[in-house]
């Protein structure tokens, strides 16, 4: 785990792969919150460039459902290159702020990705206007592994050609109960779970441990990233549910924020 200074009650820990965590902690540490960083998955390459190839040809709509979707990705496939492949105009989609950011960091222009007041998540995406009428076009999906089939299905109930592509895998780590000893040591009253598979395997460990099973459940606070986490958690049993209403760093610094004052 990697410290921050806290000079606040406020201790949060951070969940997400290491450098995005340590991003959000850089933010923190700015508004003097404490974060401890304790990723559960690491990613590695999944697709090749023969897969990607293969589907390719003719697309009509692109989407990244995450920012590692699209570097994973442009790794073996360079995704300008995309641009190139027909005469015809190629729609590019992100569900989220920073996976649009990364797709015109690599020259890819005219993203279009959920705005306010939609939210960041599968659900605002599906409500943006260019993706009402799809019938009949071929639409590529970039993704991890696993994860929610939302996207695709209502995009195939709509009359999509849809296909998958997974660019990268979660490894996930095997926490031992001596690292709820240790966040405890630490004084984490707070965690960030930016998906429901960090949720469960957060709530699992705890589950396994009926020491410290009320404390996590009942005192700590929870934040969350869209509102289908914050109703999963409630169902789990986590009494203090934070929803930051997105995923990105500065929708996740700005609850933290919010709680940080609460609190004070």
């Given at each position: 785990?990697l410290?921050t200074?806290?000079t606040?009650e406020?201790?949060?820990l951070l969940?997400?792969?290491?450098?995005k965590?340590e991003?959000l902690?850089?933010?923190?540490?700015?508004?003097?919150?404490?974060?401890f960083?304790?990723?559960l998955?690491d990613y590695?390459?999944?697709?090749?460039?023969a897969?990607?190839?293969?589907v390719?040809?003719d697309?009509?709509?692109?989407?990244?459902v995450?920012?590692?979707a699209?570097?994973?990705t442009?790794?073996?496939y360079?995704l300008?290159?995309v641009l190139?492949l027909t005469n015809?105009?190629i729609?590019?989609?992100?569900?989220g702020q920073a996976?649009?950011v990364?797709?015109?960091?690599?020259g890819i222009?005219?993203v279009?990705?959920?705005q306010?007041?939609l939210?960041?998540t599968?659900?605002g995406l599906?409500?943006?206007?260019?993706l009402?009428?799809v019938a009949?076009?071929?639409?590529?999906?970039?993704?991890?592994n696993?994860g929610?089939?939302?996207i695709?299905?209502?995009?195939?109930a709509r009359?999509?050609d849809?296909?998958?592509?997974?660019s990268y895998q979660?490894v996930?780590?095997t926490?031992?109960q001596?690292?709820?000893?240790r966040?405890k040591?630490?004084k984490i009253n707070?965690?960030?779970?930016?998906?429901n598979?960090?949720l469960?395997?957060?709530?699992?460990?705890?589950?396994?441990n009926d020491e410290?099973?009320?404390?996590?459940r009942e005192?700590?606070?929870?934040v969350?990233?869209?509102?289908?986490i914050?109703?999963n958690?409630?169902?789990?049993?986590?009494?203090q549910v934070?929803?930051?209403?997105g995923a990105?760093?500065q929708?996740i610094?700005?609850?933290?924020?919010?709680l940080?004052?609460?609190?004070?």
């Amino acid at each position: 785990m990697l410290p921050t200074t806290a000079t606040t009650e406020l201790t949060v820990l951070l969940t997400r792969p290491q450098e995005k965590s340590e991003q959000l902690a850089a933010q923190l540490q700015t508004v003097n919150i404490g974060s401890f960083i304790q990723p559960l998955f690491d990613y590695k390459a999944s697709a090749t460039t023969a897969d990607i190839n293969a589907v390719m040809a003719d697309v009509d709509i692109v989407i990244f459902v995450s920012a590692p979707a699209v570097a994973y990705t442009d790794a073996c496939y360079p995704l300008t290159s995309v641009l190139t492949l027909t005469n015809k105009s190629i729609q590019f989609f992100a569900v989220g702020q920073a996976t649009q950011v990364a797709l015109e960091r690599l020259g890819i222009e005219n993203v279009l990705s959920p705005q306010a007041p939609l939210a960041e998540t599968s659900e605002g995406l599906l409500q943006l206007p260019e993706l009402q009428n799809v019938a009949n076009k071929k639409v590529v999906i970039f993704r991890g592994n696993g994860g929610r089939e939302h996207i695709a299905n209502t995009l195939t109930a709509r009359g999509a050609d849809l296909h998958y592509i997974e660019s990268y895998q979660r490894v996930w780590k095997t926490l031992s109960q001596k690292q709820l000893t240790r966040w405890k040591s630490n004084k984490i009253n707070c965690i960030v779970a930016t998906s429901n598979d960090i949720l469960t395997t957060l709530v699992k460990l705890i589950d396994d441990n009926d020491e410290q099973n009320s404390f996590w459940r009942e005192q700590c606070v929870w934040v969350v990233v869209s509102q289908r986490i914050a109703d999963n958690a409630k169902h789990l049993g986590l009494r203090q549910v934070i929803n930051s209403q997105g995923a990105n760093s500065q929708k996740i610094c700005d609850a933290l924020k919010q709680l940080q004052k609460n609190t004070m």
